[in-house]
């Protein structure tokens, strides 16, 4: 084993931990947050690190080997690009609901956010 080794694993070993603990934070506010939309954010933003981290070590971990691992690299991408999404859909159902909290401040224009905006009626 080289000195390179023994550095990459102790970075990826680093990086591992990192990722564990955001992980954790993201589920422990996902329990202990009292709104619906506090418990959306923790989840949607610490746990996609978290699980990112964990990608991020198993494909530099082949790459140490000599080896591109391309699962790891289209799952973390997968994972970046479909968390916000998700997150902004669940967050507009909760405001048409009338389940999250309505103290928004103000749009720059003044014009009601696009999500509270109500649809025109029929006269």
Avoid at 97 to 102: I, V
Wanted: hydrophobic content about 50%; charged content about 10%; proline content about 8%.
């Amino acid at each position: 084993m080289t000195a390179f080794d023994t550095l990459l694993d102790l970075a990826l070993s680093a990086l591992l931990v990192g990722g564990g603990i955001f992980a954790l934070i993201g589920s422990y506010g996902l329990i202990r947050l009292p709104r619906p939309m506090q418990r959306l954010h923790a989840p949607t933003k610490a746990t996609t690190i978290g699980v990112g981290a964990a990608l991020a070590v198993s494909a530099f971990d082949l790459l140490g080997q000599g080896q591109v691992s391309w699962q790891e690299l289209l799952v973390a991408l997968f994972l970046l690009l479909t968390a916000p999404v998700s997150a902004l859909f669940l967050a507009k159902t909760l405001i048409l609901r009338g389940e999250a909290d309505l103290d928004l401040s103000p749009s720059p224009s003044g014009a009601p956010w696009a999500t509270l905006a109500q649809p025109p009626q029929d006269p």
